[in-house]
Structure formats: C-alpha cells, structure tokens
C-alpha cells in the first residue's frame, strides 16, 4: 500500500479540486428546473468512472438518469457494488447559508456546500480510491461495480424498478454505501444493523352518527374509548408487545454486540436533555441505545377523533383512528406481525364495536367492527458482526482513520438496503464518512477535508483487505 | 275543576289562534335581524300575563329581553315558578320546510311552524291554563311566577346573570318546565333525573420536537401511546370508572325505578338498529335505560395527537391530546372527580411524560408531564318519585292525558336546572308535552294540537293538585 498512500497523499490537492467541481453542479433532484444539472452530474460521474477504465454509462429512466459502471473483469476475485447518490436535497432557505450552497467554500478544515456529506463528498471518496489503484498498480484487487442514483432524495424509484429489472447484472458478494456519520468525531462506526418496519392504519367505527354523550353515553360502546384501549393493549407494562409470537424470530443481542454497545461514548444524560424528555424510559431489561437499535417497538404515529377544537363538546364520536407502527428487528417479518396483530386486536376489540376489512368477525364478540390498513413493511437487516467484510472494512478503516471503528446499528430503516438483500440476496456494508453535525438537509451543508482524504484511504485499503478473503469461506485466505 | 275544563273546551279554537298570532313572531335568537322581533315577542307575553292581573314586565338585559311576571298574592299558598322560552331557533334551511316556518300551518291535527313545540306551543299552555282559573275561580288556587327567557337556543346567558342577582325575587317551591317530550305518542312523562358533567381536557407532552420513530422509538416515552394508556385505565372491563372513590356518593337505582324503567316501552333491538349498532354494552349489571340515565359514563369526545393525513408518516409525536367527560349522577360532584381523576392520572401515568398544570410531580414517577384542563361541571339533579310535587303532576298528567306519566329520566344536562337547584334551593318537574319526533331545531318542526289541549287542561289540573299540598310536609293536606 505504500506507493498508493503515496499517490493518494501527492494528490490529495487535486481531489478536492474536483470535488468542488461536482459539488457546484446543483443536482436537485426535486426540483424541475434542474433536470439538465441532473444530467450534467450524471455524466460527469460517468466520465470519471470511464477514464479509469470502467465501462460506464448513464441509464435513462422515467425520472433521473442512473450511473453505471463495471471495472474490467478480474477473474476469481470477488465483486463488490458502490451504491452511492448524486442527487441533492433542496438548498432552501438560501437567506440561512453563510456561503452559497453551490459554491464550494474552505473554512476551518471543511468544505461547505449543498452535498458536501450527502452523499457526493462520500461516494467520490470511492472514486479517488480506484483511480489510485488503477494508476499505481495498474488494476483493482477486486471486480468493482458503481451504482449511483439521482433520486434518492425523492425515493428512489427509478432504482427500485432498476433493481427488479437488472438484478443478474448487478450480481455481487456485498455492498458498499457511504452516505452516513461516524458514530462522534474521530470514532469512525461501521452500521451492521436497520430496524425493519411494518406500519398499520386502524379505524374503529361505531354508531353511525355522532351521539349526543349525554343521552346516549353509558350504553354505546364510544369507538374512541375503544381505540384506547385497544392501542393501549398492544403494549404490557414491561414495554412488550402483547402480540402472541412477535419475539418468536427476534435474533437476540450476543454478548459481544450488548458490550460494544455499552463501550460507546454515548452520554445518556446529555441524548435526554438534547429532547427535553425527563427519563430514559423503554422495554425493560435494555439500555437506551439496545432500545433504539436492536428491539422491536410499537410507536403511535397518529391518533384522530371526535371534536378536535376549541373548548368542549358533548360528542361520543362515531369513528376514531390511529396509524402506528412497530419496529422490527432480524428476523422478524411484516407478513408474520400482520398476523399476530389480527389476532390481538380480536381479543382486545370490545363488543359494540363494528370490524370489517380485518375479516376478524368470526373472532370478536358482539360484532365488532374494526378497519386495519397494513401501510408498508420491510423486515430489519442485521450483518452478524463476525462477518468477514465487517472485520475487512473494520480493518481498513482502522488504518486510515488511527482507530478501529465502532460497530452501531440504526433504529430506522434504510429501504435501499432492504431492496438489496431482496433483490440481490446480499448484505450492505454502512461505512460512514461524515459527522452527525454535518446538516445534511440543513443550510451550511459540510464535510470535513480531513476525514475525506481519509475516507478515499479507508477505501483504497478496503480494496486490498476484500482481495484477501478467500472465496469460499469469506474468511482472509 | 267541571267549570275549567268546560272553560277550556269552549275556549279551544281561540287558544289554537292566539298560539297561531305568537308563532308568527319570528323571535329568532341568535340572528341579529330580529332583534325587534324579539321585544315583539316579549311583550306579547307579557301583555297576555297582564291581562290575567299579573304584574308583569320586560326586563332589559344584556341580550334579549326576559319577560316575569306574579300573580296576586295568595296568602297562605304555595308558590311555584314557572320557567319557559320565547326564542326560538333559526329556521334554516328554508327550503325543507313544507309550508314557511313562520307561517303556522294545521296537518294532521299538528301545528307545523318554527317555535311550536321547543317552546312556544308548551309555554303556551301554562299561560292558558290561568286564564281559565282567573277567569272561571277569579284567582289561582297558588301562587304562580312566570320567568320567560328569550336567550334559551343561545346559551342563557342573561337569565343565569338575573337568576344569581334576584334569587329572593323569585323564591319558590318547585320549578315547573315544559320545554321537553313525552316517552312515546300516548305515553306522558315526567322527566325526574338528569345527569350531572364533569369535561376535561387532557394534554399529554413528551419530547421537544416529534421525532423519527425509527431513531428514537423505544427509548423515549410516547406521548400518543401513553395517552392511550391513560384513557383505557380510566375504565375496567366491566365499564366501572376507575378514578378512587368515584361510586361513593352515586345514589343507586331504587327497586321502583328499576321497575318504572324496566316497564317503559323501550324496544332496545330498535334503539341499536337505528344507531347502527350491534350489540348493547356499557357497565355491567344494568340495562341500557339505566346506564343512559341513571349511571355515571366515562366518554373521549375528542383525540389527537401526531399525524392525521393520508399515508404512513413514521412520527414520535412530541404531544397528544384528548377531551373526554364523566356523566355524573347525584350525589356525585364535580369538584371530588376532579380530585380522584388527578390522583388516578398520577397512577395511570407513565414515565418519560411530563406532568405540569395539575402540580402532580411529586405523585408521580420520573417526571411525567401531564396538563389537565377542567372545562366544566355540573352535578346531575334527582326529584325522589316520592316527592309530592312529582305525584300531584303525575295525578294532573293523568287525568288530562288519560293515562298516569311514566317516570323517566335523562342522560344529558339541562344547566337551567342545575342553576335553578343552586340558585333558589329548589327542585324542577320536566313536564314536556312534545314528542321525540317534532322536529324541534329541524325543518317542519310541529306539535300536536291535540297534546296542546291536553297539556293545558294538566297544567290547570296542576295548580290545583299542588294547591291541596300541606305547607310543611308537601304531602296532600
């Protein structure tokens, strides 16, 4: 690796130069006016994919082109995706940023600028790495493959339908994404874990008209006191879901995962104050971050009905509704919650209250008539710690940054990542270059200079470290 | 009573006309338009008191114009007061009326026209039935007061502010209202309960912001969820309140009344069809008649809390809310509610909430943050079926309608009531001599004439039965 620091270290000047270039492009995908901008990234990103030698070319799409670039075929080594975005939020308010969003700017160490961080900073960091490779030795140690969208801002649909369509030319052993944070300056983090969803909208309905709750409150079954209590049953006192089976497929904290937790200089006092939240409060028997990460959870997103206004009124209300949602944790299903919860809300839907859509009528008494609405679902993803490309990049990143990183896990969900595991049976490897204060989707956008050069080194060493793992058992060979 | 009755037989057709003449006055209350017409109004009223030798007057306020008046001093007599309206609600939509609302029109042996039977038309009957004792007797066998309001359809707001001003001026022994329904056609009642209120708002607060329930779900208080917790503790399974000491002063149902109830023609398969609703539910142990009128309810009235649009938006919200009532029953009084629900929600409340308005910190965990608004009180009012004033109504009431009143109750407020039991100390009779379906504040609002006549002929009947009560126990003398 010596003559690649060498050449990333004499060059270093040069890759910021160019960074500011594709950091001026305003690439906001959100925006029609930008379309030609969009195009504009896209190429210059294909471009520089191309003059490494990769065969690159911008796929059209029913929105924002895609890029796309495979290096040239090096047999019996693994292959690997790039997964990265060259699409950026809106830079609105303008009247906030200390210096255009679109004009790069230098001060203290940072680059300022719509899509510093997120993610066109961190995915040309993949970049500058080959180009390393490829001049020094002349070839990477590993097939690579860049897949770099411009919708991500705006959901991703043109790479959804690409993946479905195109999962045999993207075949690959894992993926690699920067587009996220260490876990605090100078603790570098790999993420080996997203919490999963599956999301419900519940409508109970009862009389069929708003009832004066004088004349009639006593000897109707009110839908919103029902609601109540049914939300309030899916929740028991220890903060576990009453769904019968829902822990059934969790995978469960190892010892190792609970201890690296606990080693992480996470401030509990100062994450309450931050939220102005009195007390950690949660499923019993974990921490904040177990809690946050690694459980499943049952949130209310949403609560309606009756009179809402001012003052008082004497309702007993015909309908009420909820939309709530529990996270998921490996290996839990959406289709298997769905079922679970069915069956709960049978046992805990009152009588006088009507359910439908559910078909749970054979299973309630008195008629009661609920409406659920499964929203969406996605299971959670977990790469088990001991995988050998999370010990490849741990020890990549060790070499770059000075420090082995932390290993984290995130409590929402990333569905991109999911979208890879379902349509090409692989796991993503998060390596986050940038910081938590880096107002992503904030004016003054940053990235720091330092931890790009290091990124770019990390990811030169990833190459090396990957090309060392023997093909069958993952394992360094 | 041969004289009065051939009094009133002979004197049907005029009532019917002079009924017709104050129908035409469009006394609307709530529309400025007619502010003259409500002077109008008041002064027909008192001009028809007069000419019976009341002292009588319009008192100016600061709405519309009340209209009282007395009868010559008797001696000796009791003295009762009765209270009614002159106001009446706005007649929109004009285009579902059959024939113009302030036009009366005769159907079918009913008088259809805006005001004919909420209040008019029964008012009118008390005023006719001392015109036939001054005129036949040359005095009633009692004292009367007449306190006529013309601000009933818009909240009452002057006659509170006289009733609390001139309690000694209108000193009585018994209220008489005819502003309500018989239980069915044919079937006369007295209305002899009604429940007492005690609204609350309740606004739960967690953390300073919403937050991505992927994030933070699990480790921070929810303030939708704990809401819903809340709520459902407020109730068990069998449909009993919760809060300390709730039932201690609830008046249970006597053996009569169970009977009186259980013996009403109330088809409870038709009450639930036209609701819309399955089964009967409430608290356990009563039937739906006693739960409407004679039991204490808990009832949310309103909800709301994080995201109520269309779609799934994963949100912790940083607040919910809710507004929600207990019925109260006597001798339940608001004021010892509010203080047992305050100590339940220091029970009910989880922590991670914060709790502020009702001071309760120190009762509860982990500093939970609750804001309890009282909106209002009343407690509910209950004339004992063996009180005199009820039997000397329900002799008059059977001897005009042919058939003794059934005893009912009613599970909504009257605040006039409850401010005439805290004003002057005394009780009301809800004579009503409506029917459910007369479309009171509706389009084709009527009345039966012929109930018109019989409640005249019950209302002279019942100067005379309350005549023959002893001064000191109230019972037949």
New interface residues.
């Given amino acids: 690796m010596p003559a690649i620091d060498q050449y990333l270290q004499s060059h270093a000047s040069r890759f910021e130069d160019e960074l500011w270039e594709f950091l001026r492009i305003p690439s906001v995908s959100a925006d029609p006016a930008h379309r030609e901008d969009m195009h504009r990234a896209a190429e210059w990103m294909a471009d520089q994919l191309r003059r490494m030698g990769f065969t690159a070319e911008t796929i059209p799409t029913a929105g924002h082109p895609l890029v796309y670039g495979e290096s040239p075929k090096l047999p019996g080594a693994r292959t690997f995706l790039v997964y990265g975005h060259y699409d950026v939020q809106p830079p609105e308010p303008l009247e906030k940023w200390t210096t255009p969003p679109f004009e790069p700017s230098r001060r203290e160490g940072h680059v300022y600028a719509r899509g510093a961080v997120d993610d066109k900073g961190q995915v040309f960091t993949h970049l500058k790495s080959v180009e390393a490779w490829i001049t020094v030795e002349g070839r990477l140690p590993v097939n690579l493959k860049f897949l770099i969208e411009g919708e991500e801002e705006v959901g991703s649909r043109s790479l959804e339908q690409f993946l479905s369509e195109q999962a045999e030319r993207l075949a690959c052993d894992c993926v690699i994404i920067s587009d996220g944070s260490q876990f605090a300056p100078g603790v570098p983090a790999i993420n080996y874990g997203l ?1 999963g ?1 599956a ?1 419900y ?1 519940l409508r109970v309905t ?4 708003d ?12 839908p ?2 029902a ?3 049914i ?3 899916l ?1 028991d006192e220890q ?1 576990r879901i009453t769904i019968p089976g829902f822990y059934d497929e969790v995978v469960p904290l190892t010892v190792r995962e609970r201890q690296e937790m606990a080693a992480l200089p996470f401030e509990e006092a100062k994450f309450l104050e931050e ?9 019993a028997g974990f921490t ?2 177990e ?2 990460w690694a ?15 001012e ?7 015909a309908s ?1 509704g ?2 709530f ?1 529990f ?1 998921l944790v490996p290996n839990q299903e959406p289709e298997k919650v769905t079922t679970g919860l069915k069956w709960r809300l049978a046992e805990l839907c ?3 209250v ?1 359910l439908d859509l559910i078909r749970l009528a054979e299973l309630c ?5 609920l409406d659920l609405i499964c ?2 679902g996605a299971p959670g993803v977990l790469v088990p710690l001991d995988s050998p490309y999370v010990e490849a990049a741990a020890r990549a990143i060790a070499y770059a940054f000075g420090r082995r990183p932390v290993f984290t896990r ?4 990333i569905p991109i990542v999911t979208t890879f595991r379902q349509r090409l049976g692989v796991d993503s490897l998060l390596l986050g270059w940038g910081q938590e204060d880096d107002n992503a989707h904030s004016p003054d956008e940053k990235f720091s200079l330092a931890d790009f050069q290091r990124g770019i080194k990390a990811s030169a060493r990833l190459w090396e470290e990957l090309s060392t793992l023997s093909l069958e058992s993952g394992k360094p060979g």
């Fill in positions: 919490r969803i999301y909208e009862g009389p069929n008209r009832l004066h709750s004088g004349s009639y409150g006593g000897a109707v079954t009110n919103a006191n609601l109540a209590k939300l309030a049953g929740i903060g939220l102005g939240v009195a007390g950690a409060v949660g499923e904040s971050l809690r946050r459980r499943p959870t049952f949130d209310v997103s949403g609560l309606w009905g009756g009179y809402q206004g003052g008082a009124k004497t309702v007993l209300p009420a909820a939309k949602s996270r009152p009588a006088g009507e008494p008195a008629g009661v008539e929203h969406h995130e409590g929402g969900s």
